[in-house]
């Protein structure tokens, strides 16, 4: 769904903060879009159908948006988790609920709208449900503007005054596979930021309308004309490229060899610590990507063969790997069995506490010291 070029969920934290961004922003070309954000889109959909029509997860398999494809693996990663802490809020399904719903502030704000993931009533409770299927950093709940801008729309949209009626609290709640978090708020905290909101706007069509730099402005398109961001790179280029002294970059090449190696080392330390299970404080491990394998390939084989595979389709110079098996069955109309399969990681990997995949246990390893004590 198309949303505001004024202010949206996804831009009310730069507007808020910058709003000098707004007609900045305006004079950039349309941005391209990334397999990523396609990506996302696609499950945004495949959620949308499940909920408004009652869809069994499985019944969305194949679905398509651009080039991609919804398979079993974004399925298993993404969708089912999803709908699983979906019901961890209500547990019960008694929720009533509105997925992919358009939100706006009326005369309020003119031309200031967006589309909302999920919004629902729970006893006297509203909730405001964004999903994040990005594997990035782990977004907040907590005075997470996105939600609250939502939420302020939700308000003042007629159509969802049934969600609003008497209520007192509202959850925001922020769906990122396989994580969740949920931040209960109130009416009184919605309504203050809506003025901010409002005043924002307001001062984004002065001429002379603030300018701010900051986290915000990651996403913002229009960092090349910004001057706060073209000022300073100016600024550095014409006050340190006078002053360097090229005998020292050189220098400073030759130790940069040795600080690479050092941080190379101290990554591999601390691998080797958490192994061991002693805590590197803000580190964990966490377990490579999968590679699907068979987990016998001699009853692959057979199996295989049975479905009316030729040797000659199987086995090249070795066997074929699952994936390259699943192809050649999708020319035959034939799905590849799943007990045939087993996904390995190929190892763990550093990563920091916020990264939302879960760390491994380090079972085998301890088992393995154990059993070499008794030896």
């Not at 729309?153 to 396989?178: G, H, K, Y």
């Not at 920091?352 to 246990?361: C, N, T, W, Y």
Request: charged content about 25%; overall charge negative; proline content about 6%.
């Amino acid at each position: 769904m198309k949303h505001s070029s004024i202010v949206g969920g996804s831009t009310a934290s730069r507007v808020i903060n910058c709003p000098a961004s707004v007609n900045l922003v305006a004079k950039m070309p349309p941005q391209p879009s990334s397999k990523y954000a396609d990506e996302g889109t696609l499950l945004h959909n495949a959620m949308a159908e499940i909920l408004d029509h009652g869809l069994a997860a499985e019944e969305v398999l194949g679905m398509t948006y651009k080039e991609h494809v919804l398979t079993q693996d974004l399925l298993d990663d993404k969708i089912l988790p999803a709908l699983s802490k979906l019901s961890e809020l209500d547990p019960k399904g008694e929720m009533e609920f509105t997925p992919e719903v358009k939100v706006d502030f009326g005369d309020f704000m003119p031309g200031v709208f967006g589309s909302s993931d999920l919004i629902g009533r729970l006893d006297n409770r509203a909730l405001i449900l964004d999903w994040k299927f990005g594997s990035g950093v782990l977004v907040e709940a907590e005075e997470n503007m996105q939600g609250l801008f939502y939420a302020a729309a939700a308000m003042r949209t007629p159509a969802l005054s049934w969600v609003f009626d008497d209520v007192t609290e509202v959850d925001i709640a922020i769906i990122q596979p396989p994580a969740m978090k949920v931040w209960r708020t109130t009416v009184k905290r919605i309504k203050q930021f809506e003025k901010q909101l409002i005043a924002a706007v307001r001062e984004s069509k002065h001429k002379d309308a603030p300018m701010s730099a900051g986290s915000h402005c990651r996403w913002c398109a229009a960092k090349p004309l910004c001057p706060l961001m073209t000022g300073a790179v100016d600024r550095m280029i014409t006050t340190q490229l006078a002053n360097i002294n090229p005998e020292q970059i050189g220098a400073f090449l030759t130790q940069a060899e040795i600080v690479e190696e050092w941080i190379a080392d101290v990554r591999k330390l601390a691998h080797q610590l958490l192994e061991t299970d002693i805590k590197v404080p803000g580190y964990k491990l966490v377990a490579k990507r999968a590679s699907r394998q068979w987990a016998s390939p001699d009853k692959a084989i057979i199996k295989l063969t049975a479905l009316g595979l030729e040797l000659n389709e199987l086995i090249m110079e070795q066997l074929i790997s699952p994936p390259q098996a699943e192809k050649v069955l999708k020319k035959h109309g034939l799905q590849l069995p799943d007990e045939l399969v087993i996904s390995v990681s190929s190892g763990s990997t550093l990563a920091e506490d916020s990264d939302p995949r879960p760390a491994v246990l380090q079972i085998g390893r301890q088992i393995s010291d154990a059993l070499s004590k008794l030896n």
